[in-house]
């Protein structure tokens, strides 16, 4: 219950952040417009086990557009996501993973603005692990007693198949769609930058 509650703040905090921050009404659009896309990514793949365009689309979204703007993204997606999938109390959970995710890309430009194709194809890659982790959290914090590393190791273990399956799609997708799809995003992202000055 304790984890998440803090997954809940986590959640509450960036969304205020977001709210707060200098997002014009043109870039709140546009990180909805993204949700709904990386939402549907979600649905579309629903018959492959774990593989879906979800992570993808918000780690995009992020490296674009910024860590808050990816974050939203990640999270909207979930939650919109979940009213074809189920909602429960997983949803806050996969809200803060894909969260995460977007932001994390975002970061990575900032860190590392060289990281190219095959840095973000293995960063892509490796954030299927990281997902599957952060839901292993919820899972091992809500349903398994007692509590500790050698439980938390073992549901990582049985989930590493599921795993891997979305660590391979977020890296294909990412390998030969990502340029193409950054470039796009760009395009429109600097449209909703530029304003018109009256003198």
């Not at 304790?2 to 809940?8: G, L, N, R, S």
């Not at 429109?188 to 018109?196: A, C, S």
Request: aromatic share 18%; proline share 3%; hydrophobic share 55%.
């Amino acid at each position: 219950m304790a984890y998440t509650i803090v997954a809940a703040l986590v959640l509450a905090v960036m969304f205020l952040s977001f709210e707060r921050g200098k997002a014009t009404s043109k870039e709140v659009a546009l990180v909805a417009v993204m949700s709904a896309a990386a939402a549907m990514g979600r649905v579309v793949f629903a018959a492959l086990p774990n593989v879906q365009a979800t992570t993808f689309i918000a780690m995009v979204s992020g490296y674009v557009m910024g860590p808050e703007s990816g974050f939203m993204v990640g999270a909207a997606a979930a939650l919109v996501s979940n009213f074809f999938m189920g909602q429960g109390p997983w949803t806050p959970w996969q809200m803060l993973a894909w969260g995460l995710a977007g932001a994390s890309a975002g970061l990575i430009k900032r860190i590392f603005p060289g990281i190219g194709r095959l840095g973000m194809t293995f960063y892509c890659l490796l954030w299927g692990y990281f997902f599957g982790w952060i839901m292993n959290l919820w899972y091992w914090s809500s349903f398994v007693r007692p509590l500790n590393i050698n439980a938390f190791i073992a549901a990582c273990i049985s989930s590493i198949w599921f795993d891997s399956f979305h660590a391979a799609g977020n890296a294909i997708l990412y390998y030969y769609f990502g340029e193409g799809f950054i470039k796009v995003l760009k395009r429109f992202y600097r449209r909703m930058k530029v304003t018109v000055r009256y003198e």
